[in-house]
């Protein structure tokens, strides 16, 4: 990993090498942060297309604009085809998979409003690297193999031929080639990307997705629209942190550092558990407003404020302090998906972006002669009725991703963002904690150890938590178990993280990735 603070003009943190290549083109050509954001998210679209795509359900991103000195927020969140009707999703299976399952495919058009809000460049510039690899075809590795497999498994021969003309997924070490996709996105560099929404593309999409069953419509396409946002934010011990506003999951990872913040971390030890314990009691109590409050802030009235303010957070803590274990149903975590890049640029533009196809491959639905496998938004809804998450005609779905960038007195000093379903929310937190509270580099950070709870008990600690520890949490009655069964590596906690820390003094950048020094880039 890339971790060696120096006197830099850009720093990128990825999912993927290929990625960190794009950006790094780019912004060796002139381009800014945004820019060569969307240039990597265009490039992961290809390269690891079960985690997202340029048919996926969406995503969200906060960007810090030199400039204005402020940082900005972008939601490109899907929306529920205009068609839903509750009767349609009482079977859950078509709820999860399948052509009933999609939602208005929201990635283009949230790569394109953040290129014309901030960025500098044409969009045929940011997605040349992309089509190259989509054209060319790259290796094929053990982790895509086995995601590709399972589509092969699941998805109807329609699908099954437009992804894998031969019937079956590339071996590992051969080349994954995806021409149909290549020429797709070809046409949007040379029409612009406004024509994945009006035309004969959305025709396409919607001819396939109803004559299997489905409810899309060219009139969703034609009336999705991203929203510029204001990010919610809070002050954590003089550092603020900025994430993507509700639909987005990160209002929880903030309210879980609000609740921390009334006690002292900096002396505890980062490994120890009465910091882990003091964390899984607080991200408990936090969940519960999560399952309550959110949802889409069209629909429902989410009081960000009451959420957020010091006296939730001091009747929380007083709460614990009480030396209760907060009781709760553990909700299912949702699974190994989606992919986040953040970027520093030379004039200090920072981005972090998260975007999704939901989980591996999405719906399991590839459009023939387009090679655009769609996510399945559908599956982020509650079906539960009056619930604020519930889904609704031209609803965004509450979802995890929580993009999120670090100031001090105005001045960018962070952004981290990783994948990971709904651990993203409470590993979030943590990456926040790790830099501020522990003094971690960016390296130390997205490697230390982590642990999840969504309410109840029992709860999760990644591999590297000493089994000592483990112990000790059970003796505080705690019933603890390792790793995930979704989100990502079993053993562990979440996906791969990544950040990137600017020095407040000196301006050096240091940039890390879990997914190893490949997919850092620092020039």
């Not at 971390?265 to 399952?291: N, Q, T, V």
Request: with cysteine.
């Amino acid at each position: 990993m890339s971790d060696r603070p120096i006197a830099s003009r850009f720093a990128i943190a990825t999912p993927h090498p290929q990625a960190a290549r794009a950006a790094r083109d780019v912004l060796e050509e002139g381009g800014n942060a945004t820019d060569a954001a969307v240039a990597a998210m265009l490039t992961l679209c290809v390269v690891i297309p079960g985690s997202v795509g340029i048919g996926g359900y969406g995503g969200s991103m906060v960007v810090y604009s030199a400039r204005t000195r402020r940082v900005h927020g972008i939601d490109f969140d899907s929306r529920a085809p205009l068609a839903y009707r509750d009767e349609l999703f009482a079977d859950p299976g078509k709820r999860n998979t399948g052509y009933l399952s999609v939602s208005v495919p929201a990635v283009i058009a949230g790569l394109e409003t953040a290129r014309r809000e901030f960025g500098s460049m044409a969009w045929g510039q940011l997605s040349r690297h992309a089509i190259e690899l989509a054209e060319q075809g790259f290796v094929m590795d053990p982790e895509l193999k086995r995601h590709a497999d399972r589509f092969v498994e699941k998805a109807d021969p329609v699908s099954l031929r437009a992804q894998f003309a031969a019937g079956s997924a590339p071996a590992v070490g051969e080349l994954l080639v995806q021409r149909d996709l290549a020429h797709l996105m070809q046409r949007l560099a040379d029409k612009g990307p406004a024509t994945f929404y009006r035309g004969d593309i959305p025709r396409a999409i919607v001819a396939q997705v109803r004559s299997h069953g489905g409810i899309l419509s060219e009139d969703d396409f034609a009336r999705y629209a991203p929203t510029l946002v204001d990010p919610v934010s809070i002050n954590y011990r003089g550092y603020d942190l900025f994430t993507a506003a509700p639909p987005s999951g990160g209002i929880t990872s903030l309210s879980i550092l609000k609740v921390l913040e009334q006690f002292e971390l900096a002396g505890m030890d980062p490994r120890g558990s009465s910091y882990y314990h003091l964390f899984l009691e607080a991200a408990k109590r936090c969940w519960a407003e999560r399952h309550r409050y959110l949802g889409d802030t069209d629909f429902v009235s989410v009081p960000i404020n009451e959420i957020l303010s010091a006296q939730t957070a001091a009747a929380k803590a007083a709460d614990i302090r009480k030396g209760n274990l907060a009781q709760g149903s553990e909700v299912p975590g949702s699974g190994p998906h989606t992919a986040n890049v953040c970027v520093v640029d030379g004039e200090r533009n920072v981005v972090s972006m998260t975007a999704t196809q939901g989980y591996q491959f999405g719906a399991m639905v590839c459009i023939e002669g387009l090679g655009l496998v769609l996510g399945h938004g559908m599956s982020r809804f509650d079906y539960i009725p009056g619930h604020p998450n519930a889904p609704a005609p031209n609803k965004r779905m509450f979802h995890n991703m929580s993009p999120t960038i670090i100031t001090q007195s105005g001045r960018p000093v962070a952004a981290v963002g990783l994948p990971g379903g709904t651990k993203i929310v409470t590993v979030t937190a943590q990456l926040a904690v790790n830099l501020i509270d522990f003094g971690m580099s960016a390296e130390q950070t997205v490697t230390a150890p982590r642990v999840h709870t969504e309410g109840g008990e029992p709860v999760a600690v990644s591999s590297a938590v000493p089994e000592f520890v483990v112990d000790e949490l059970r003796s505080m009655g705690h019933a603890v178990r390792r790793g995930q069964d979704v989100g990502g590596p079993r053993a562990e906690i979440a996906g791969q993280a990544n950040a990137i820390v600017i020095d407040p003094t000196t301006g050096a950048l240091s940039a890390a990735s879990g997914h190893g020094p490949a997919a850092v880039a620092v020039g």
